[in-house]
């Protein structure tokens, strides 16, 4: 799974994406600091098995907290997109190019509209952030329409000459996409998939728009909720686009929390409410930022910024946490104790789950047991989040 993290310049995109992965990258006041995509894990909180069972975790990778257990997900942070980057204007072409085999995109808008469509800074509350939804979905819609109309009339006749099936058709010409035939299954609902060369370009936009949607969902995070005019906007936007999911947060603060909670100044979890100072005689200039952001997080109850993540991943992209483990013990060979936590799509099996774990475990599939109730389960089981699986091969 990769997660693109996308939004016009200087709106917090490297502040987010440096908040989700504590990674060290240019973070400035001024469009385009970023222009070779930023790549690194970021973390989906999952209520830990561990506790359920008695025991504490050793998490191969990711790590826990508290039975909060965080699993990585890959993230990368592109250049910014200005309106007419599907025709080459700013970082245009690159930024698309490199959005190519993201599964999903967070969308970082400055909601308090302190920057204009070109991410020059402007005064606070003075643009309408409902303007950067706007145009990037047109830009990212206008991309895959310029991919497809490349070659659709040719791909179409051959396609009704040979009498194949279009949504399988589609997806192998257009894999560069990463799209699946599910997906395109769903976008040609209401097409005539009789005669694809014949669609005009009104009706091909209009797929390619269907098929963005289907293959690159979309999550926006309102940044900078903390500033003024930030959470009038958030209600704004979130009455103007229904069919969004809109989060605010602030990345800056998300970010300061985390660097904190390194530096052993305090106890923070990403995505709690609250945290625990732990170092006393704290400098003044210190002690006036935490005050400042024990009041945000009372009034908000989050940053919002793992939200944001946690939420396109379960909801928008629809996974579940399953963890394997054995009904006699929990360890592996090296002795971690429920070392791996996979992220499987809702819908998936027992088999799929033995798949992924290995190809071979897969072709030697027995049956399968829920570790928590000790009941044998058949390949076709429908996996549920927080299950804990044994796979019995042959």
Sequence with gaps: MLIGLVGKPNVGKSTFFKAMTLMDVLIENYPFATIEPNKGAGFVRVEC?????????????????????FVPVELMDVA?????????????NQFLDDLRQADALIHVVDVSGSTNERGENVEQGSYDPANDIKFLEEELNYWFFGILKKSWVKFGRRVEQEKKELFREIAQQFSGLKITEEQ????????????????????LFKFASNLRRCSKPIIIAANKIDKSNGKKNLEKLKKQFPNY?????????????????????????????????????????????????????????????????????????????????????????KGRILPDCFLMHKGSTALD???????????????????????PLGK???????????????
């Design 49 to 69: 098995v561990d506790k359920d069972f008695s025991v504490k975790c050793n998490p191969r990778t990711g790590y826990c907290v508290d039975s909060i257990r």
């Design 80 to 92: 910014g997109l200005v309106p007419g980057a599907h025709e080459g204007k700013g970082m245009g």
């Design 184 to 203: 395109v299954k769903n976008a040609l609902k209401g097409f005539d998939i009789k005669n694809p060369s014949k669609w005009d370009d009104e009706l």
């Design 245 to 333: 999911k809109i989060i605010g947060c602030s990345a800056e603060i998300e970010l300061a929390l985390k660097e904190a909670n390194n530096k052993e100044i305090i106890k923070y979890i990403p995505g709690s409410s609250k945290f625990t100072i732990l170092k006393k005689d704290l400098p003044e200039k210190q002690k006036k930022a935490l005050d400042y952001i024990k009041e945000f997080l009372e009034e908000n109850k989050t940053t919002g910024v793992q939200e944001v993540l946690d939420t396109l991943v379960f909801e928008v992209l629809g996974y579940i946490a399953v963890f394997p483990g054995g009904v006699k013990k929990l360890a592996d060979s």
């Design 353 to 375: 789950f033995a798949y992924k774990i290995h190809t071979d475990i897969g072709d030697k599939f027995v049956k399968a047991i829920n570790v928590k109730t000790k009941k």
């Design 380 to 394: 076709d089981y429908l996996l549920h989040h927080r299950d804990v699986i044994e796979i019995m091969t042959r």
